[in-house]
Structures are given as structure tokens and as C-alpha cells.
């Protein structure tokens, strides 16, 4: 099994200091959340399945695949991805750039999780239409797997329209891994059909399995990867391997002050080596 570390659920002050820790402790993987900007209208900021906004305004956002580029200089092995980054809130342009770059500054360590997104606000704030958001993500991931790896291309869709264009560097990686987040049908289709692993919200053991059964067709080397916090001992790990898990992304620690000790303690408990 892989572990990985969930950045975002700490104080950003932090974030240098334990991805260092993570990647000397042999964590297989360091993860950052994304949005592009809040809107101060609350109105269409409900997170779905509740009735309280899922943002506040004045949290600092972060360009993540910037910050992890330079996460990447502080670290040697550790794998460096999004969970999730909304790749069509931009030109596919400029989210594949992001990536190539991250991959090559890194020495290929870049994993590249996209998803719809769930909140209205930043979609009408960039002037796209929310309703749009699935198939021009789809679009987006298709320009961005021929920018990685063809000489030249050219693009007619429904969403995006360009001439031929050159686009260099190319990813380190032969196949710089896109990972789908979500749980819709529409997300778990995008994941079989078009990425190389899907990435789930938080579960448990019990909450996981409905959402597994529901991936089908999956192509070969496909990855799954969950955020298991409430994982509190090693034998539950046999399980999450026997359901076809690869990679448990964890929060050992119950605030910022403790995560490095928490960290070491889970990396003696659940034999991770560097």
C-alpha cells in the first residue's frame, strides 16, 4: 500500500516542513486541493449533502501545481499531485503547462488529479457555465494528453478551437498519470474512460465499497486511490487491499502543531520506509 499526505488540511505555514518530513519518512505521495478564486456570495457556495457553505472567503488559495513545483526543489523522491485541480476553470493550455512543468521540474514525480468541481460561484465568477463543467472537462483532458505527447497539434471541439501548435517541454513521464475525482456517474465514467486512476472523497472501509462496485471496465493499471482518515490501524489495511485500493492518502494527526510527531508515529506503526 501507498500513503500519501493531504497538505490542504493543515496551515499552509507548515506545508514546506512537513512535505519535507513526509518525503524522509518514505510517504509515497503529497497532495493540495485547489480553487481559483471565492466569490463573497455565500448563495451558491452550499457544499452538496449539507445545508452550510463549504468555502469561506478569506482562506488563502494557492496556485497548487506552482506551490508544489516548488515543494519539488525541497524534496527528492516523494510523488506530488492535486486533489483535485479544476483543469477546465482554465484554457487546457494552461493547466497542461502547469503540469509539464511540475513533471519536469521534479524529475517526474507530477500526478495530475482533475475533477469537475461542486461550486457554482468561481465558475460564474470566471464567466463559464457551471452546467458545462463535466464535458468541458473531458475536452480538456483530451487536448491535454495530445499537448504531452505529440509533436504538433491541431483542435476542433465544442469548446476549445485552435490551430496547429507546438508544445514543449513534454513531461518527463511517458504518461504523466491524470487521476479523476468525484463520485457522480458522469466522474466514475471520466475515470474508467479517459484517466489512469480515480480519487475519492473521504471513507471508510464500509462507505467505500458502493462506489467501487460502480468502476467497471477499468483499463489495465488503473489506480485507486482514497482519503482514509479515519484509519486508525494497520490491520485494517489487508482490506483496503483485498477491494483493489493502491494508495490510502491519511491524516495521522490531529492538528497542524502535531502532524510531524503524528507522522513519524504512523510511519513506525504502518511500516512505511524511505
Given at each position: 500500500m501507498k500513503f500519501g499526505v493531504p497538505l490542504g488540511l493543515?496551515?499552509?505555514?507548515?506545508w514546506p516542513d512537513v512535505a519535507v518530513a513526509a518525503d524522509e519518512l518514505g510517504?509515497?505521495?503529497?497532495?493540495?486541493?485547489?480553487h481559483l478564486v471565492f466569490a463573497t456570495?455565500?448563495?451558491?457556495?452550499?457544499?452538496?449533502?449539507?445545508?452550510?457553505?463549504?468555502?469561506?472567503?478569506?482562506?488563502?488559495?494557492?496556485?497548487?501545481p506552482a506551490y508544489l513545483c516548488w515543494l519539488a526543489g525541497l524534496t527528492r523522491r516523494i510523488r506530488l499531485g492535486t486533489a483535485v485541480h479544476l483543469f477546465a476553470l482554465r484554457h487546457p493550455f494552461v493547466s497542461a503547462r502547469a503540469f509539464a512543468t511540475l513533471d519536469v521540474v521534479s524529475g517526474g514525480r507530477a500526478i495530475c488529479g482533475v475533477g469537475?468541481?461542486?461550486?457554482e460561484g468561481e465558475w460564474l465568477a470566471a464567466g463559464l457555465?457551471?452546467?458545462?463543467?463535466?464535458?468541458?472537462?473531458?475536452?480538456?483532458?483530451d487536448i491535454a494528453r495530445r499537448l504531452w505527447t505529440e509533436p504538433v497539434i491541431a483542435h476542433s471541439g465544442r469548446f476549445y478551437d485552435f490551430p496547429e501548435v507546438a508544445f514543449e517541454p513534454k513531461p518527463i513521464q511517458a504518461r504523466l498519470p491524470i487521476l479523476a475525482g468525484g463520485e457522480s456517474p458522469a466522474a466514475l465514467r471520466r475515470a474508467a474512460q479517459r484517466c489512469d486512476g480515480w480519487i475519492s472523497m473521504p471513507h471508510s472501509l464500509a462507505t467505500i465499497r458502493p462506489h467501487?462496485?460502480?468502476?467497471?471496465?477499468?483499463?489495465?493499471d488503473f489506480s485507486i486511490t482514497v482519503h482514509a482518515y479515519s484509519l486508525t490501524t494497520p490491520e485494517e489495511i489487508p482490506s483496503w487491499t483485498t477491494l483493489g485500493v493502491d494508495r490510502m492518502i491519511v491524516r495521522p494527526w490531529k492538528g497542524t502543531r502535531d502532524a510531524?510527531?503524528?507522522?513519524?508515529?504512523?510511519?513506525a506503526d504502518y511500516g512505511v520506509h524511505s
Open positions: 493543515l496551515h499552509p505555514a507548515a510517504f509515497e505521495s503529497l497532495w493540495l486541493p485547489e456570495d455565500l448563495s451558491l457556495a452550499v457544499y452538496p449533502g449539507t445545508e452550510k457553505p463549504g468555502i469561506s472567503p478569506t482562506t488563502p488559495l494557492f496556485d497548487a469537475a468541481g461542486w461550486y457555465d457551471f452546467a458545462t463543467r463535466g464535458p468541458r472537462l473531458d475536452e480538456s483532458i467501487l462496485a460502480r468502476l467497471t471496465d477499468l483499463p489495465p510531524l510527531t503524528a507522522l513519524s508515529k504512523f510511519a
